[in-house]
Structures are given as C-alpha cells and as structure tokens.
C-alpha cells in the first residue's frame, strides 16, 4: 500500500491549500505555519493581526509616530526575510515581539549615538532608560488582546477587571447564565495568559 | 482528592471570594491549583494595570504598502482577511521569468497562440488561439530543489490543456507524472508523464479545475503500481 498522502507532504500543502479559506478564518497557529511555509497570505493575515500591536510597543516606546511606523514595517521585513528562523511550534506575535524588541532597541542606540555625537564635547553620555519599559509590552499584549476577544467575552470582562463586579453581578447586569459567564471568564482569561506567557518567552 | 473547578480558580484569581471551606482546604494545599490560580492572578494584575493609553492603535496604511513594497510583493496583497487570487500571480510570473521564457511571454499577452516558439509543438499544423484561464506556482516539497509553473488554456473550441514547466529536480529515481488533485488531497486524475522540462496535457472534458485545483508532479517508481508514489515533487494551486 502506498503512503499517501504524507505527512510532510499534507503540511507542505496546507499553504497551498490554505489560499481556499480565508485567512481570517485561521487560528493564529494556522497564520504561523503557512506563515513559516512562505504563504504570503500568511504575512498580511499576520499584519492584520499583529501591526497594531507591534505599532503601539514602537510608538510607546519611541514617542515618535515616524519610527514608530519604520519600525513596524521592518518588523514585518524582516521576520518574513528571516522566516526560515521561524520555528511555527512557537506563537508568531510572541516572535514578532522579539524582533520588534530588537528593533526598537536599535532607534534607542541610533538616537543616543546622535546625541553623543551632538553633544561631541560629552566624553560618555549614560543611557539607563530601558528600551522598552518594564511591564509595557505586557501592559500592551493584554490590551491587544482584550481588542480582540469577541463578545460577550469582552464585555464579560471588561466589567470583570475595571468594574470589580462579581460573576453572578455581571450574570444580572447582561442577563446571560451563570455558567456562561463562569466558562467565558475561564477561558478568556487563560487566553490572555497564553498570550502574556508567550510574551515572556519572547523577552 | 479532587482538584477545585477551573472555572472556580479563575473567580478567586479575580479577587472573588468563593468556594466552600473544603475547596479553600484542598487549594491551600494543591500546587497545581495554586500555580493556575497564580498565573491567571498574575494576568488579572497585568490587565488591571492597562489604562486607555494602551489600547491599540492602528499602523497607518502606508507601512503596508511600505513593506509591499521592500518586500517585492503582488499590489493586490491586502491585509483584509481574505483570499485574493490574484496574489498568487507574481510568483507564477517570476518563476515563468526563470524557468520558461516562453510562458512569460505567453502570459504577458493573456494569450497563447498556439505554434509560437516551443519545442513542445508538434508539427506544422496550425491551431485555434488559446486563452491562459488558470496559472499555478509550483513550489517543491521538502526535501526536492525545483521549480516550476503551470497554466491552463483553453481554446476557442473548448479543449483545455494543462502546459507545465519543471526546473531542476535531477535526481528524480523513477519518471515524472503530472496530476490534479482535490482541495481534500483524497482523490487524483492522472494527466500522463512529463518528460523533459516542459509538457502539455489535455484535460478530460469533464474535469472541474474548481473541485481539482492542485497540480502535483510526482516521482514515480517503475513498480508497475499506477497508484501516485506519494513521493511529490512539485505542487501549486490553480487560481482558476
């Protein structure tokens, strides 16, 4: 009997194949393999998912919109030109947050070696701030996240994190079951956990 | 004993006091409670600490067309979650560009006219034009260095063939077979055998290229088993 198809062989398709649906409708697992398969649908689903994010940790870190866009773009650039370094086992945003931090890191430098070149007189200028602050690109993760929970769940915790309220409040104040509200809360939360965990990997 | 309900660990992680008394027992003395009720507490924290600043906002548009543009791609690659056809076209033409100058010229025009300079020709005859009604990229599986395309004309009586070009791919151990296959990879038609570095192949009438839109060239043994090898060399997708 032959063996038919593969394995490799159904993974070296599904990007192919994947051009049949549409990429909206992949899981972000979905988007990093054909992303790392070279599907360039892949890059712009992972834009669309991911450049507000990416974007956002730049211009907060940056405080300047221009790098904060040259940034995103070579974000982009560069993880597709470094895809082969991709390993599609680990989260994509958690892998572009890496080459964000990089990035970043480097407008950082760039700025401050133009400082010490302006101030030539200065024999050593310290830089102490971190490139990105602490707890920002968390801080963000979790926003971009939240942006992208459906409803009700966002609602669901909306109320949860910023109102205080408790389960069975939020149950009675948007007339859904207590068991709903109980598994959204669950799951919701254990998304945006991943989500960070991946994150901390990444740094 | 029975650990606490996850969706109980995730009430408490939200600062909510529940649980009865042998819940708060059994989490007191559980670690893999503990650690869940400590990881999720830990994202409670970081999602609390979020204030309207950090919402996202939206890269402008023009980093798009920016890394569209560094990057070389299709102007019809749009990051708008969905599937645009057209995307698949630059690398068809590229690939043509390298493999088969003769299916780049074809192309440009978005015609064929049969008997134009191709080995592949046969005879003198003269044949009715034929439009380019799909393309393919075909990339190699892992493990194969080739590349290849794939158009499909159509003439004005109706035929339709299946014109391939193959580059690379020398150690093939047995002989080449050009297939369609299914979305669903479950179900193939054999097209025949490619010899050389281009082939032309008629396509059985009642073929929907909708419903077989993978080309696939194999590298068959000689085992007398006309099944596929499941060796696959090449393949791409039919932007019909």
């Not at chain 2, 969706?7 to 007191?28: F, K, N, P, V, Y």
């Amino acid at each position: 009997m032959i063996a038919w198809p593969t394995v490799e062989e159904e993974a070296a398709l599904t990007s192919s194949v994947s051009l049949l649906r549409d990429p909206a409708t992949w899981d972000d697992a979905e988007v990093g393999r054909a992303f790392g398969a070279g599907d360039e649908a892949a890059l712009a689903e992972a834009f669309r998912r991911w450049s507000a994010f990416v974007h956002t940790l730049a211009l907060r870190s940056l405080r300047d919109e221009s790098d904060a866009q040259d940034v995103t773009q070579q974000v982009f650039v560069n993880a597709w030109r470094g895809r082969a370094g991709y390993d599609p086992a680990r989260a994509l945003p958690g892998w572009l947050t890496g080459i964000a931090r990089n990035a970043i890191t480097d407008v950082h430098n760039r700025r401050s070696r133009q400082r010490r070149d302006e101030l030539a007189a200065v024999a050593t200028v310290e830089t102490t701030s971190e490139p990105v602050a602490a707890g920002l690109a968390e801080r963000l993760t979790v926003a971009d996240e939240l942006s992208r929970l459906g409803e009700p769940q966002r609602t669901i915790l909306t109320l949860a994190f910023y109102d205080d309220l408790t389960h069975d409040q939020i149950s009675e104040r948007l007339d859904l079951p207590l068991g709903t509200v109980k598994s959204h809360i669950r799951r919701s939360l254990v998304r945006l956990r991943d989500r960070l965990e991946v994150e901390d990997a990444a740094c | 004993m029975r650990h606490v309900d996850p969706e109980t660990l995730a009430l408490i992680a939200l600062g909510e006091q529940i649980g009865d008394d042998d819940e708060r027992t059994h989490l007191s003395r559980c670690p893999q409670c503990t650690a869940d009720v400590a990881a999720l507490a830990a994202t409670v924290t970081v999602a609390r600490s979020v204030t309207a600043a950090d919402e996202p906002a939206p890269a402008p548009r023009q980093v798009w067309e920016g890394i569209r543009s560094e990057l070389g791609l299709s102007a019809d690659l749009e990051p708008d979650g969905r599937v645009t056809p057209a995307r698949t076209t630059p690398p068809v033409v590229a690939t043509r560009r390298r493999s088969a100058p003769w299916i780049a010229a074809a192309a440009a025009a978005g015609v064929v006219i049969g008997g134009v300079g191709g080995a592949w020709v046969t005879g003198n005859r003269t044949e009715p034009a034929a439009t380019v009604v799909a393309e393919a990229t075909l990339d190699p599986l892992p493990g194969w260095e080739a590349t290849g395309g794939a158009v499909v004309e159509e003439t004005e009586d109706g035929v339709r063939e299946l014109v391939v070009s193959f580059e690379g791919g020398d150690d093939v151990g047995g002989y080449r077979e050009v297939w369609l296959i299914d979305a669903d990879v479950t179900r193939l038609v054999s097209l025949g055998v490619l010899v050389g570095s281009t082939g032309r192949f008629t396509l059985p009438p009642g073929v929907d290229l909708v419903e077989f839109p993978v080309v696939d060239i194999s590298d068959e043994p000689f085992d007398g088993d006309p099944a596929h090898s499941g060796d696959s060399i090449l393949r791409g997708l039919l932007d019909a």
